[in-house]
């Protein structure tokens, strides 16, 4: 019970304050009769001393050396008896008291202490009685609100019920979690956040469990409590207030309430990576060939998104991080995995990844442009590998498989397509390289309803420097029809024969697909 309560409602109201009239907000935590020459040895803080004055010195230096020992000590104030043995206090006290904001009140004599003690102390058990009740019923509030609400709105709304006081929660750069009242400004939540973490941590803010008063940057004061997970602190709890001060009570609900929000965040925290974990199991399983491709597996995996229909490029994003990863590392991988994840759902697509080691693989559908995703993931030293598109369940795993060729010729800061080394890795003796150069230079030229014509055409282009009339009348054919085949060719490769790169990669293909011919005879 605060001084001024105790004024107003107990017999003090018969007291005259003297001194320290601009201190009435003190709390009283009991009533205490002491009249001995030693009186501060038998004083503790917030207690309100009641006195005859019998010992008080009269002198005006010692006067002013008890006040401010007395001051010091953290009395809730000094209640003197008069006008038996003091008159009054003395004016170098009440000046004193005046400079320590130390309450001094002057009693009737008449009026017993027996009278006080009982009156206050009274009120005070009774006040802490209903406190305890209230603690109770807002204990039961947010904890039936922890169990029956699926978000922290229901939490916001639970304390405001119960204190009669907005609320919010909003995680560590002013995301709005949980509101007690609609329409809360998300940007004034984050420019709070931001202006109160300029010179400090959230952590460093908030150094104890115990709930702190903000009143700068704020219409109205407000209490923060911090939702810890660990030393870490992962969000804020606000009380706001039309008062001036916060009630001992408010405190404890906020303290209650900031461990039910950590504990629901650190639930939806592990559920998220749950699901991350799975999602990454599966898109593991079909770059690795290992998913079975039963109905319900299906199913599921049409669930997280991937279609069996679909057209995807496997890619692969290398990080400049030395094996085994260590606790930064792995944070680090973490990190990029979550922009990998925010970049492909800001495109619009699911985004199937899967983690290993210093590398972040994920599924991408066709038609999004590698780029795309590159530029959101870029960090200094990292590569991203990029398969051709594929599709199905053997498509996935044959897509890891062009990435896998890809990772000895990463380079840092670099995006690369399965294309770019292709070929290199044909002319260095690849078998698989050889095959693929042949699939993608010659294969596509046949037709089972039309024959080998334009196979016919690309391997005699090649055989004879691309001279187009000793390719005509080596296929004994008019010069237009050449022609006329020679775009058909370059459309359906997406070559242009006048770049001597594409006619040496055609012209390399097509001898390898001789040899592999002969090789089958």
């Known amino acids: 019970m605060k001084l001024d309560a105790a004024i107003e409602n107990t017999v003090l109201r018969e007291a005259s304050v003297v001194a320290g009239a601009n201190a009435m907000d003190r709390e009283i935590t009991w009533v205490h009769i002491v009249d001995h020459p030693e009186i501060t040895n038998w004083l503790k803080p917030g207690e309100l001393l009641l006195t005859t004055g019998y010992n008080w010195p009269v002198d005006d230096d010692e006067s002013r050396s008890m006040v401010r020992r007395l001051s ?10 008069v006008p038996h043995f003091r008159e009054h206090f003395t004016e170098a006290a009440i000046e004193e008291a005046n400079l320590c904001y130390l309450p001094l009140l002057e009693l009737p004599w008449e009026i017993p202490f027996s009278d006080i003690m009982h009156d206050v102390l009274a009120r005070i058990i009774n006040i802490q009685a209903e406190t305890i009740r209230r603690s109770d019923h807002i204990h039961r509030t947010l904890t039936e609100a922890a169990l029956e609400g699926k978000n922290l709105e229901g939490l916001a709304k639970a304390l405001k019920a119960a204190l009669d006081k907005s609320a919010t929660v909003v995680s560590i750069d002013g995301t709005i979690l949980g509101a007690s009242d609609p329409g809360v400004d998300e940007a004034r939540e984050r420019l709070l956040v931001k202006k109160l973490t300029e010179l400090e941590s959230l952590t460093a803010f908030f150094e104890s469990s115990t709930p702190k008063v903000v009143s700068e940057w704020v219409a109205r004061p407000r209490l923060g409590g911090a939702i810890r997970l660990g030393e870490e602190v992962i969000g804020i709890v606000w009380l706001d207030s039309n008062q ?7 405190s404890r609900a906020l303290e209650h309430a900031a461990v039910i929000a950590a504990l629901h965040l650190t639930y939806q925290r592990e ?20 998913f079975s491709a039963t109905p319900s597996a299906i199913e599921r995996a049409q669930a997280s998104g991937w279609s069996e229909n679909r057209n995807y490029r496997v890619c692969l994003v290398l990080l400049n991080e030395p094996i085994p990863l260590s606790i930064e590392g792995f944070t680090r991988r973490s990190r990029t995995a979550d922009r990998i994840s925010q970049a492909m759902q800001g495109v619009g697509v699911a985004p199937l990844m899967s983690v290993s080691l210093n590398q972040v693989s994920f599924l991408l559908p066709s038609e999004i442009a590698p780029d795309a995703i ?19 369940v053997i498509g996935m795993a044959q897509g890891a498989e062009d990435v896998s060729a890809l990772l000895p010729l990463l380079k840092p800061g670099k995006l690369h397509d399965f294309d770019e080394v292709l070929f290199p890795r044909a002319l260095m003796g690849d078998g698989d390289a050889r095959r693929l150069l042949i699939d993608k230079m010659i294969e596509p030229l046949g037709n089972p309803k039309r024959g080998n014509a334009l196979i016919d055409t690309a391997l005699t282009l090649a055989k004879e420097g691309f001279q187009l009339l000793n390719t005509a009348k080596a296929l004994d054919i008019h010069i237009s029809t050449l022609r006329y085949r020679v775009e058909r060719i370059e459309a359906m490769l997406s070559i242009s024969l006048d770049n001597p790169d594409d006619k040496f990669k055609l012209q390399v293909a097509a ?4 040899l592999a011919v002969e090789e089958k005879l």
């Not at 001036?244 to 408010?250: A, S, V, Y």
């Not at 001898?511 to 001789?514: A, E, N």
Request: aromatic fraction near 8%; proline fraction near 0%.
């Open 72 to 81: 010091e000590i953290g009395l809730a104030g000094v209640v003197l008896a």
């Open 244 to 250: 001036r001060e916060f009630e001992e009570l408010d």
């Open 271 to 290: 559920l998220s990576d749950q699901e991350t974990r799975l999602g990454y199991a599966f898109v593991a399983g079909l770059l690795e060939g290992k």
């Open 374 to 392: 590159w530029r959101a993931v870029r960090t200094e030293g990292s590569a991203m590998a990029v398969s051709r598109v594929h599709q199905g």
């Open 511 to 514: 001898q390898m697909y001789v």
